[in-house]
């Protein structure tokens, strides 16, 4: 992957320098008072290449709609996002092999330094604290340290990605086990499984059908373009040439927020609600009232909505078509199923809400559940390590273009009125 990028990168660069001294001064959008009170929604004012978000499409990864890649490994779209296209088969075996050659040199004090923590942490903090506790490793660091040039930037960071992609599902896994309370807490990885199959076998689990499905949810968790939350802010952290480990950390601190990432562990939450609350299944009119009683008691319904999204999330698609073929019996699956007709035509009579359609954390819970991962506030937690792809990829990406320290103006209210007041 580094030799790819080592001829790719300072193409790239000089592409990206000469455009924009050629075009910098063009416009490409207007800026509102409604933008900067309204979390800057839609607003044009960053770059990422891995991936894009077209609202009525869904996500596209290096211009590839998403269905078709359903059926890849994570380390193939690892790739792709980085280098931009796919791997050949014998580049996929090298990657995979060097993964598991840095797993096996993780550093023992970070598992120290999470026994240190309370077990009933929210396991979002230990993966984060974990991953952060890792960046005395830091290659980026290092180099920055003995004077390295801006165009090698991306090197370390390349460097220091791989190692967290290696050591991060070991983590989770700990993270998870120690959480549960299942003893041993560590399960050695296996060499012969993948990435995905090993995470989930080093969490306990054995079931081939599993195994699939975490290949699956680590594909289409992997990246969202660059301005949600969590990618946003792992973006903003990296622009201050932090390393990556202080940046994946920090976005996944975002990735942590009930509105982003923690949206699969309340969804959930809310299933088995109705399932407890009318003894199984109800029917679509019990069910449209009990989301409307869920929006009047001041809530939102957890997994409906997008902050760019107009359609069914194409995720939330594939991974109902995977629990139609797999369970399709299970009346958790049955019951997100069920939801998918009644919650949009309840969300499209408020007039507010601009899309009513389910997002990727709509189905995933569901299908986890059935395999008998019940413990959901860990849910985000498996988001976290197919996310770290897409942060990871856009950041040897900004460092491989030279990106500069992120620093937009902030400006007071009193200043908002007066420019109001002239315009
Ligand atoms: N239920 C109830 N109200 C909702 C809603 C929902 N599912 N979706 C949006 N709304 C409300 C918003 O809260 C907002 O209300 P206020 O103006 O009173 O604050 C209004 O409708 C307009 O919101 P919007 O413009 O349609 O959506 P936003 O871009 O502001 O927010 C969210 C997008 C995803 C945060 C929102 O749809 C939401 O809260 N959904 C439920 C939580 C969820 O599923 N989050 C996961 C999103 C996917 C993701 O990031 N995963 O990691």
């Known amino acids: 992957l580094k030799e790819v990028l080592a001829q790719k990168i300072p193409v790239w660069r000089d592409e990206i320098k000469s455009f924009v001294k050629e075009h910098g001064d063009k416009k490409i959008g207007d800026l509102t008072i409604g933008h900067a009170y309204g979390g800057m929604r839609g607003l044009k004012a960053m770059v990422c290449d891995t991936s894009e978000v077209p609202p009525d499409k869904g996500l596209l990864i290096r211009n590839t709609p998403l269905k078709e890649l359903q059926h890849t490994q994570p380390e193939e779209i690892f790739w792709l996002l980085c280098a931009g296209e796919m791997p050949t ?53 290092k180099g920055y340290d003995a004077g390295m040039k801006k165009d090698q930037y991306w090197e370390p960071t390349l460097e220091d990605s791989l190692n967290i992609l290696a050591w991060e599902p070991i983590i989770a896994a700990y993270v998870y086990r120690r959480h ?25 689990f054995d079931d081939p059908k599993f195994y699939d499905l975490m290949r699956l949810y680590l594909v289409l968790h992997s990246d969202h373009e660059g301005g949600n939350v969590s990618a946003h802010t792992c973006h903003c952290i ?37 399932l407890e609350q009318f003894k199984g299944v109800p029917s679509n009119e019990v069910l449209e009232k009990f989301a409307w009683d869920t929006l009047n008691s001041g809530k939102v319904v957890p997994g409906y909505g997008h902050a760019v999204l107009r359609i069914t999330d194409p995720r939330f698609d594939i991974f109902k078509e995977w629990g139609g073929k797999n369970i399709p019996e299970d009346p958790v699956y049955q019951l997100m199923a069920k939801t998918f007709d009644v919650v949009p035509e309840v969300l499209k009579q408020i007039k507010k809400i601009k899309d009513p359609w389910p997002n990727v954390d709509a189905a995933s819970g569901s299908l986890l559940y059935h395999f008998g991962l019940k413990e959901f506030p860990y849910y985000t937690v498996l988001f976290s390590v197919s996310r770290t792809m897409g942060m990871c990829s856009q950041l040897i990406m900004s460092r491989g273009w030279g990106e500069a320290i992120e620093r937009p103006k902030s400006v007071t209210t009193a200043w908002m009125k007066a420019q109001a007041a002239k315009a």
Request: glycine residues 10%; aromatic residues 8%; charged residues 25%.
């Open 238 to 274: 990296g622009s201050a040439l932090s390393d990556p480990y202080y940046a994946v950390s920090g976005g996944l601190n975002g990735l942590a927020g009930p509105l982003h990432g923690l949206a699969n562990q309340e969804c959930l939450g809310w299933l088995l609600q109705v």
């Open 180 to 204: 549960a309370g299942k003893e041993p807490f560590r399960i050695a990885p296996d060499d012969k499984l993948a990435w995905g199959p090993n995470y989930a076998h080093m969490m306990g």
């Open 89 to 141: 088969d014998e580049q996929l075996a090298d990657l995979q092999a060097d993964l598991k050659a840095r797993a096996k040199k993780i550093p023992e004090y970070v598992f120290a330094v999470i026994d240190a923590m309370p077990k009933d942490s929210h396991p979002m903090c230990m993966l984060d604290t974990g991953i952060l506790a890792l960046e005395r490793e830091s290659e980026f660091r």
